[in-house]
Nanobody, 121 residues
Framework: QVQLVESGGGLAQPGGSLRLACAASGSIFSIDAMGWFRQAPGNQCELVARITNDVGPIYADSVKGRFTISRDNAKNMVYLQMNSLKPEDTAVYYC???????????????WGEGTLVTVSS
């Protein structure tokens, strides 16, 4: 089993910053990609940022220049530094990993339970 646990959500003022963290635990053999998605009320879930083993990080246009994704392979962790936050960044943020478990042949997507980010004055 693979478990993802997010932390770091909360309330921030417009223009402020928050840092999200996601820790993966369990019988992980390898991680191909790590990323963050978000879902605002009434909206579909959307990709925020993703980082893979093959290519550099990619970002949604709406967060480019403001958010930075990074990973710590040794700790199986992924982070999302969010600066210059806007009210429209308010959403539940979900950690995602595309990983292969020990003893399995194919990678699968795993999701955290989400952490709420609220940007409001």
């Amino acid at each position: 089993q693979v478990q993802l646990v997010e932390s770091g959500g909360g309330l921030a003022q417009p223009g402020g910053s928050l840092r999200l963290a996601c820790a993966a635990s369990g019988s992980i053999f390898s991680i191909d990609a790590m990323g963050w998605f978000r879902q605002a009320p009434g909206n579909q879930c959307e990709l925020v940022a993703r980082i893979t083993n093959d290519v550099g990080p990619i970002y949604a246009d709406s967060v480019k220049g403001r958010f930075t994704i990074s990973r710590d392979n040794a700790k199986n962790m992924v982070y999302l530094q969010m600066n210059s936050l806007k009210p429209e960044d308010t959403a539940v943020y979900y950690c995602n990993m595309f990983a292969t478990r020990i003893g399995q042949l194919a990678a699968m997507h795993y999701w955290g339970e989400g952490t709420l980010v609220t940007v409001s004055s």
